[in-house]
């Protein structure tokens, strides 16, 4: 069963940082994407920013130059370097991974309060 730990979620004020951190207990050459995805209230989950195995990434046009996405290997962990906090960054973050299997599997989630 794999399990993703998420943590460093918390609360902010406009303008400060967070850093979330996902370890994923599958070995990195069963790992295919690592990403985050956020879901405010009301609203449907969306991706923020992906990384794949071989550093590619992408970006959701509205963190673009705020938001960094990275990964080590050695720890199978992802993380989402979160800058310039605006309140609509406000949501439930999710870490995600996609195996080579072509199986999707999910974090608990952490939230993120930005306030203005």
């Known amino acids: 069963q794999v399990q993703l730990v998420e943590s460093g979620g918390g609360l902010v004020q406009a303008g400060g940082s967070l850093r979330l951190s996902c370890a994923a207990t599958?070995?990195?050459?069963?790992?295919?994407?690592m990403g985050w995805y956020r879901q405010a209230p009301g609203q449907q989950r969306f991706l923020v920013a992906e990384?794949?195995?071989?550093?590619?990434?992408n970006y959701a046009d509205s963190v673009k130059g705020r938001f960094t996405i990275s990964r080590d290997n050695a720890k199978n962990t992802v993380y989402l370097q979160m800058n310039n906090l605006k309140p609509e960054d406000t949501a439930v973050y999710y870490c995600?991974?996609?195996?080579?299997?072509?199986?999707?599997?999910w974090g608990q989630g952490t939230q993120v309060t930005v306030s203005s």
């Open positions: 995600k991974v996609v195996s080579t299997f072509g199986t999707t599997h």
């Open positions: 990384i794949s195995t071989d550093g590619r990434t």
């Open positions: 599958m070995r990195l050459v069963y790992i295919r994407a």
